[in-house]
């Protein structure tokens, strides 16, 4: 959770600097699902992101170094530079990549299951999304084929009240998402999903259930985007008050309380891993600045696959 905020902190303050090209959409805010989530999780296991993919691909074991020189548009990055915020992909680890493209990432994660599911592993994909995407036809048509499947995927909608500016209750006429979950007969839960300890027991037992061959489960999170939908959005369609209750149930200082109480870590620990986190991004922001730009002739390369077939 530190090191996702703290990454995204340096994403926030580069693009203020003209530094990041593109656009970015932080995670800021929704750290304890993606940490939760991926906790129950190991390299086999696929995850789909969405285009406010940091945390996701951080919590899954992404390398910061790759990642910030991305943002940055460097040939070190993961995608060479050509990808950008929105397009980090590692799928050594499981990371089927982040998607500019609302609603996408839940029909990649009906492959992924599929795929699972005819190879006879036990792997489980976890697909995280929005609330807004739940109106795609992509997610009906996702949790149908994965119910009647009954597909090792669980289904992770991060519900932080907003569509871009729009909010739930303008864009739906339910309060809870998981109720979506009944028309295709499989468990629906909502849970606090800035409280890092129940996003992480409701979810293990989703991925327990899917690698048991039982199905599918959908997990409505709710939480908050403590910024804008992008950076550069200022979001006057938040209220105040709303941006000032959120801004008390913070995930990080919540978990990190906790964590005191049950004598897990003390703080001068806690501090120390700060420490160490503002190190990482230090290295990696690096790595970035001194890494150079793509080739103008490498702009056709990467874009369709190179493997011939024989015939």
Not at 143 to 167: F, R
């Amino acid at each position: 959770m530190l090191k996702i905020r703290a990454f995204e902190n340096m994403a926030k303050d580069n693009f203020a600097e003209g530094k990041i090209p593109g656009f970015v959409h932080l995670y800021i805010g929704e750290e304890a699902i993606s940490s939760a989530v991926c906790e129950n999780l190991t390299d086999a296991d696929y995850i789909t992101s969405t285009h406010r993919g940091h945390g996701h691909i951080i919590a899954k074991g992404g390398e910061l170094k790759y990642m910030a020189a991305e943002l940055f548009g460097k040939a070190t990055g993961y995608c060479k530079g050509k990808g950008g915020s929105m397009h980090i992909a590692d799928a050594t680890k499981g990371i089927l990549g982040a998607n500019g493209i609302v609603g996408a990432g839940q029909d990649i994660a009906l492959g992924a299951g599929m795929s699972a599911q005819y190879r006879g592993t036990d792997q489980v994909c976890v697909c995280f999304f929005g609330d807004d995407s739940t109106n795609q036809g992509t997610f009906h048509e996702s949790l149908n084929m994965a119910s009647v499947w009954k597909l090792p995927i669980v289904y992770v909608c991060e519900n932080n009240g907003y569509g871009i500016s729009t909010s739930q209750k303008r864009h739906q006429n339910i309060k809870d998402i998981s109720v979506r979950a009944k028309a295709y007969n499989i468990p629906g839960i909502t849970v606090d999903g800035n409280d890092a300890v129940a996003v992480y027991a409701a979810s293990r037992k989703a991925i327990e259930r899917a690698k048991r061959g039982e199905g599918p489960t959908l997990i409505e999170c709710k939480t908050y985007r403590q910024r804008g939908h992008f950076e550069g959005d200022s979001a006057p369609y938040k209220p105040k008050s709303q941006q000032e209750a959120w801004l008390k149930k913070d995930p990080i200082p919540r978990f990190e309380k906790y964590i005191q109480e049950k004598g897990v870590l003390s703080d001068r620990e806690i501090q120390q891993m700060k420490k160490s986190v503002d190190a990482q991004i230090k290295e990696a922001v690096d790595f970035a600045m001194n890494s150079p730009e793509p080739e103008l002739d490498s702009v056709f390369e990467d874009v369709y696959s190179d493997i011939k077939e024989e015939v």
